[in-house]
């Protein structure tokens, strides 16, 4: 691949447009000067012309013929390439022409007219005047005047010479500005790319060690690299939050395993320390299974968690249809009747009209039971569970509100962290593992909702979710 | 010898306090929290604490803590999930004389947990020898004379408890105390009938007497 530099581009342009404005400034000087040069020649011409007019006299007599006097003749406009002329008289015709007249060149009188020739490799600017002129007569003769044509021809060497030594001339302070703008340019254009340089040393530096960019101050000074540092800043940002949450995780992941694993490994090693009769191997090996049973839900929770926690991140993609909110909770409470039923808890469930919203049902139900579940297990024995489902045009809100013990307010803020166990000996108790509240809100987020807890000690804890019902987030992709 | 295990996973406690009972024949408590360890730990004697570090209530580390402060001099193996060198220079110089990381290895638990009761008490090697007395702590076997005794677990722990501090005064009640774990009814008479019953099997074949006992103070095990 070829490698492409803002450098080079920049000063190519510049070069380029250099090139362009000196051409242009080079074929302008060389026509102004042509067109001046030629206008004065066209002035001196003229001059001549009338002068070679005056030299044709009239004879003395009243028959209007006329001679040429060739006494004074005027002198030649370029001193080293001598003009030319030819003068007709219309009675008299061909009248007179220049002394050194080429042979060959042919003129004929006609209409006045300026125009350019070559003959025998000189170049000519020709004009071809007629002339009616006025005569010094003395009163009362009769006297008829002829009308004269003066063609009068000047070589252009000099002209062109002087035009071409000005084309030299502009061409060459051109180059040397051109080169001068382009040395500039270049250094112009280092100077102001540095920032770039030193803003891509610090990018260089980052490393999940150190997330942290610092974009030097000239860098961030420049208005045209500012976009730039902050959508480099912010998207480190992401990355590190993504990067430290999936390294918390699998830290986690890898600390919580390790119990159960210690476990499983003491129940069969305490089982084979000496040797024992086949009851008890049996009720060893069926201690072990029952650890190898709460190892492999732990796992399932685990991926259960990654998995909405990586829907969190994305946002859920898939296409779905829409359901009502009210059924998943239904479906919800069902499964969650013989926990209930075991605890004497009652749960009340108060809907208002059906929620339509775009959800996988499974992901609702799931958290919804998660919720549940902590209410009904935190409750009293014999308490009761309300859930709440109301609906405006703001969205949906989903109210699980329990009468139990409430979660103390150092645990409150951490309560959905994942493995955070407020209580640790109850909830091991009762079977959890920490991990229902943090997958309750991924999926919860994994669908642009939120989720909060408030929770009064001795009084009782609720929650509540707000999904954007009715302004959902069109999928994505 | 008895043993305090702190650890709130309840199977785990379980099958650890199971292979000490079984495999070391000590005297086992378990408590399932901070507050509980460091309770059972201030009032009762314990010839080594096994410790985890993930605990409710008040953690591993502040239990530790707050036993250095009291003064006990009780060895500490502290279990901990976290392996890391920061974390076990923590553990260490907050006052564990070892440590062992999850997933557990029973084995190795135990012979660490014999390791400390030994140096906590003075003793380098396993193996203690008093005049023509051997007592493999490894294996749990005595021997006299190169003559093998068998004892009853109890005798055993008796004479293994002994056999630690030897030339020191032992009275019933430290006795009673390390032998027995907390469920245990004490009654001191049962340290009398296990005492003559050690000094009858030791004394086969052989004249001179190892047990000696200090009227009112206690035993004391010499050669």
Known sequence: ???????????????LSQAILTAGLLITGVLVTY?????????????????????????EDASGNVYFDNSLLPESIDPNHPDQFMVW????????????????????PGPNQHWNFTFAGVPYHASRVQHLPILDREEGKAFQPQTLTIVYASPTIRIRQQVKAAGAFIALVSVLLLGATGWLALWGIRRGLSPLQALAEQAARVSAKSWQLQPPKEAEEIEELRPLTESMTQMLARLQNSF??????LGNAAHELKTPVAVLKTTLQSLLQRSRSSEEYRAGLQAALQDLDRLEQLLQWMLRLARAEQWAQDGRRREFERIDINATCEEAVERIRSLAESRHTAIQLATDGPVPFRADPEDLQLVWTNLLEN????????????????????????IFQDRGAGISAADLPHIFDRFYRGDPSRTRATGGFGLGLAIAKAL?????????????????????VELPVGREKEPKG | MRVLVVEDEPRLAENVARSLRESAGYAVDVAGDGQEGLFLAESNAYDVMLLDLMLPKLDGMEVLRRIRQSGQHTPVLVITARDDKESVVALLNAGADDYLTKPLDLGELLARTKALIRRGKGQPWPVLVIGDLELNTVNRTVQRGGRAITLTAMEYRVLEYLAHRPRAVVSKTELLEHLYDYNWEK????????????????????????IRTLRGQGYMLQE
């Open chain 1, 35 to 59: 067109w001046r040069l030629l206008s004065s020649l066209d002035a001196g011409m003229e001059a001549r012309t009338m002068s070679v007019a005056a030299l044709v006299r009239y004879t």
């Open chain 1, 375 to 398: 209410a009904v297990r935190y409750s009293p024995e014999g308490g009761s569970v309300e859930v709440e489902v109301a609906h405006d045009e703001h969205g949906a809100k989903i």
């Open chain 1, 444 to 464: 919860v987020e994994a669908y642009g909702g939120s989720i909060t807890a408030e929770s009064a000690p001795g009084k009782g804890t609720r929650m509540t």
């Open chain 1, 1 to 15: 691949m070829r490698r492409d530099s803002i450098q080079r581009r920049l000063i190519a342009t510049v070069v």
């Open chain 2, 187 to 210: 009654f001191s008479n049962v340290i009398e009938v296990y005492i003559s019953g050690l000094r009858r099997k030791l004394n086969e074949g052989s004249s001179r007497q190892l």
């Open chain 1, 89 to 108: 008289a219309d009675r008299t015709g061909l009248l007179t022409h220049s002394e050194d007249w080429p042979d060959g060149l042919q003129f004929e």
């Open chain 1, 244 to 249: 430290v949450q999936q390294r918390e995780f």
